[in-house]
T-cell receptor, first 114, second 114 residues
């Protein structure tokens, strides 16, 4: 099956610093990847759709200058949380779309901002 | 627009008992339906999906779900649960309105007691 990896799996940073999270499709090419945010005991909230070679499409209410998305290749999308603050602490999950409208999810990245 | 309702936020059950996790959706067009499982601090793993064809879908780990178009439901069932099935379960729908981006339910926490 299709495998999606994320790196790092867990990151702790100081307030005001920037953090980059990588999402890779390991055995397939993904023209479209998605970034989700999940708060404890809640569902996934779609943040943005990442399209290879073009600008990401952000959902309403998501600050694109705060959450920078780059999809430079067919196997890699990155999410950079700029000037992170404690309220940005969350579980970030990426996914990559294959055929049949199925998405394959990465294992997630736990971000803790102190 | 499409939406998903998972009626139960938490379902406690004893080991080896049967379980049903309920999911209802709303969409004006044909949809694709999914059930995902999430273990603590991990990403989402696909349990099963309905795209077309037989309304009874069998998935991994002994789970199955039945698509009922008239009741707009896609309930997940397992005849005998194990302690290891304790996890968060998400129902998702995509394809409504031509969008392949899934909409997730709020999740149901399955708690299996010994």
């Amino acid at each position: 099956g299709a495998v999606v990896s994320q790196h790092p799996s867990w990151v702790i940073c100081k307030s005001g610093t920037s953090v980059k999270i990588e999402c890779r499709s390991l055995d397939f090419q993904a023209t479209t990847m998605f970034w989700y945010r999940q708060f404890p005991k809640q569902s996934l909230m779609l943040m943005a759709t990442s399209n290879e070679g073009s600008k990401a499409t952000y959902e309403q209410g998501v600050e694109k200058d705060k959450f920078l998305i780059n999809h430079a290749s067919l196997t890699l999308s990155t999410l950079t949380v700029t000037s992170a603050h404690p309220e940005d602490s969350s579980f970030y999950i990426c996914s990559a779309r294959l055929v049949d409208n199925e998405q394959f999810f990465g294992p997630g990245t736990r971000l803790t901002v102190l | 627009a499409q939406s998903v309702t998972q009626l139960d936020s938490q379902v406690p059950v004893f080991e080896e008992a049967p379980v049903e996790l309920r999911c209802n959706y709303s969409s004006s067009v044909s949809v694709y339906l999914f059930w995902y499982v999430q273990y603590p601090n991990q990403g989402l793993q696909l349990l099963l999906k309905y795209l077309s064809g037989s309304t009874l879908v069998k998935g991994i780990n002994g789970f199955e779900a039945e698509f009922n178009k008239s009741q707009t439901s896609f309930h997940l069932r397992k005849p005998s649960v194990h302690i290891s099935d304790t996890a968060e379960y998400f129902c998702a729908v995509s394809g409504g309105g031509g969008s392949y981006i899934p909409t997730f339910g709020r999740g149901t926490s399955l708690i299996v007691h010994p």
